[in-house]
């Protein structure tokens, strides 16, 4: 709610133009109850192992309201959209199967809309660049990137390169928040 420009009628500063607030119709029919809304994702997470939920649940990464299409820069269409799921389906495999995955607090691919010149095989390709982003932080206000083994990140940039049609480069977002925010978009 901070971000979204608001928190106990005060206003902030609004960094998050698509947080999950407002959009909402003014007549929805039924009362909404939000008992969660003024808790950040830590102490929701505090609430989550209390009430005895299953730890995959309580520690799943967070995904954004809008969907990945705020994780693609530029034009989204059905096929960056399939680009990108692929990638983002590699990177969080290879984030578990390194046994990362808890000790990072949010992972994800972004479609960036620079092509760049690479090889596929024996032929020259233009193809798209995939930022990858992984975080570490306990209230998402403030964030530092991912120190992740150079091992991890060839696997994850080789498999993403190798098996997603449409990309033949992988970088990796090494910028704190702030002053970048952990979503691209």
């Known amino acids: 709610m901070i971000e979204s420009g608001s928190k106990d009628g005060n206003l ?20 909404l109850v939000e008992p969660l809304r003024d808790l950040f994702k830590d102490e929701v997470r505090t609430v989550g192992e ?3 939920l299953p730890e ?6 967070p995904f954004p ?3 990945l299409a705020v994780r693609i820069i530029g034009e989204v269409t059905e096929k960056r959209l399939a680009v990108l799921r692929e990638a983002d389906e590699i990177l969080i495999d290879e984030i578990r199967a390194a046994g990362l995955y808890r000790s990072i607090s949010q992972a994800l691919a972004v479609l960036v809309p620079v092509a760049t010149v690479g090889v596929m095989g024996d032929e020259r390709s233009y193809e798209n660049v995939c930022a990858i982003r992984c975080v570490e932080t306990t209230d998402f206000m403030t ?6 083994p150079y091992e991890v990140l060839g696997v994850i940039s080789s498999r993403i390169i190798n098996e997603v049609r449409g990309i033949n480069r992988v970088v990796y977002d090494v910028s704190s928040k702030p002053p970048a925010t952990i979503e691209w978009e």
């Open 143 to 148: 964030a530092d990137f991912s120190h992740i």
């Open 65 to 67: 309201g809008p969907g």
């Open 12 to 31: 902030a500063a609004n960094i998050k133009l698509h947080h999950n607030v407002g959009g909402l119709p003014e007549q929805l029919g039924f009362d």
């Open 50 to 52: 209390y009430l005895g």
């Open 56 to 61: 995959n649940m309580v520690w799943r990464h």
